[in-house]
């Protein structure tokens, strides 16, 4: 053989039954200990090309080579499995991590079992070390784990033949809050994995038949009471060669909250919105249709709810001015919001209503829309114009208040039409003015035309000339728009003459 030294002469039988499975490595020891013999594949799982590597016997084994138990404990002395071999003992499957003595953080994993052949009592027993190099799917299982364990996805494995838990990451604790030792050593059912899970019994019988579980919602039980709700999926694995099952989770905790609070503020902001006492609608930005109004909304236009839902303003004709509507609608388009255009809506029985109109684009259910905010003017409107009806009234002959009353009453018609004066003295003509001072003075346009000797008819265009250019409409506002400037007219100067 060209795989070492030649082995004792023993039968053919026994050759047979040695290199039946020369995957695995063989090494030999006679009765007194010595290592007599090895094959390629024991050399080379031993990182050695040569027998005397190995030590020469179980003594110089030991020296060459440190062996530790899967738990990182070292084996005494006598409890290698060669030494074992040696003092006669039986040597079932054992798994050991073997590293050797000169280079500790070199590792390797090999499983080994005794063989003891006897040479038909003509020669001494042989025995036989029978190692299977395990070292690729302990390397394996390893990343397994540290993947397992560093995934920040939580997960758990459960042994397939009695459904208990060996293994649970840090996601899975970070997610619940249990400790790893209150999960392992529990079964599935302990920890009531699908008890509030519509399709529990479902994912139970896969479970136990070892078959892929899919993802499904479920209600996880905390420790500290309570549950988190999760997507949970099982996966058949095998975990040093035993059947298991890997559970992933989900967690939909967080959009469960997030949903919650949702619904909350939308029932919050539906039940205010109704409830409001301002008028108020939503529509789409898209068609302007209303999609929502509440009870304000429908008794200021004297529509129905039903009436208004589903329709425009334009179909309903709801505001007197199209231009306007218009106008608004192209400015949320663009995305400028509304703020107290004053707008006036066509009731549906034909009256109107002042109103001062805001609107805003927002999003509701992943979708543009309109936020009209009304309110309702119209009184006030009356108001006003019956107090700037009222103070014009008042205003007709001024000759009898005094300065202080009468620039208080003009400051007040000004506040209440919201209008200032749309021309200055100097704005004026001459005959303008002289116009002016006559009318402060109380004439009429008889006493005017004999005065200035202006026919009738040339002082009623002056006169009207004069409304136009300061803006009024009456003889009362004329004298209130000289008084707020401080013209009486009694110290004009007249020029009188002739005028077509």
Request: aromatic share 6%; charged share 25%; hydrophobic share 40%.
């Amino acid at each position: 053989m060209s795989d070492g030294p030649q082995p004792p002469n023993v039968n053919r039988n026994v050759l047979r039954e040695l290199v039946a499975g020369l995957s695995d490595g063989i090494i030999l020891i006679d009765p007194e200990g010595a290592i007599s013999w090895a094959n390629s594949a024991a050399l080379r799982m031993h990182r050695v090309s040569t027998i005397e590597e190995l030590g020469g016997d179980a003594a110089g084994y030991r020296q060459a080579f440190t062996l530790r138990y899967r738990n990182n404990h070292l084996l005494d002395e006598g409890q290698y499995p060669i030494e074992r071999l040696v003092c006669g003992e039986t040597v079932d499957e054992v798994t050991v991590e073997i590293s050797p003595a000169a280079d500790l953080d070199l590792v390797w994993v090999h499983t080994v079992r005794s063989l003891i052949i006897a040479d038909a009592g003509v020669r001494p027993d042989v025995l036989a070390l029978v190692i299977r190099d395990e070292t690729p799917l302990f390397e394996a299982e390893e990343r397994f784990e540290r993947a397992f364990n560093a995934n920040p996805a939580p997960g758990l494995i459960c042994r397939l033949d009695d459904l208990r838990f060996i293994r649970v990451n840090q996601g899975f604790v970070e997610m619940t809050n249990y400790a790893k030792e209150d999960v392992i050593g529990k079964t599935v059912d302990e920890m009531g994995l699908f008890a509030n899970c519509d399709t529990g019994e479902d994912a139970l019988a896969k479970l136990v038949e070892g078959r892929l579980i899919r993802q499904r919602e479920a209600l996880i039980p905390l420790p500290s009471g309570g549950d988190r709700l999760v997507i949970i999926a099982g996966e058949p694995i095998a975990v040093g060669e035993e059947p298991c099952m890997l559970f992933t989770f989900a967690d939909l905790d967080a959009r469960r909250k997030a949903q919650n609070a949702l619904r909350q503020s939308e029932e919050r902001f539906s039940k205010s919105f109704r409830l409001s006492p301002a008028p108020a609608a939503i529509s789409r930005l898209g068609d302007f249709v209303f999609t929502e109004v509440n009870d304000a909304f429908a008794q200021l236009s004297g529509y129905s709810l039903q009436e208004i839902i589903g329709k425009t303003a334009s179909e309903l004709r709801l505001w007197d001015d199209v231009a306007a509507r218009r106008a608004m609608e192209k400015k949320l388009v663009d995305n400028m919001p509304l703020r107290d255009e004053v707008l006036r809506m066509k009731q549906k029985d034909g009256s109107m209503a002042d109103c001062l109109v805001s609107a805003e684009r927002v999003e509701i259910s992943d979708q543009q829309c309109v936020i009209w905010s009304l309110q309702d003017v119209t009184e006030r409107s009356r108001s006003e114009a019956e107090l700037i009806e009222a103070i014009e009234s008042v205003m007709t002959d001024t000759s009898w208040f005094s300065r202080s009353i009468v620039d208080r009453l003009a400051t007040l018609r000004q506040v209440s039409n919201g209008k200032g004066p749309s021309a200055q003295l100097l704005d004026l003509s001459e005959r303008e003015r002289e116009v002016l001072a006559l009318i402060c003075r109380g004439q009429s346009d008889a006493e005017m035309s004999e005065t200035l000797h202006l026919s009738r008819n040339t002082i009623r265009n002056h006169v009207a000339s004069l409304y136009a250019k300061i803006g009024v409409n009456r003889r009362s506002a004329v004298v209130i728009w000289a008084r707020e400037r401080g013209f009486t007219g009694m110290s004009m100067p007249m020029k009188t003459g002739k005028s077509t």
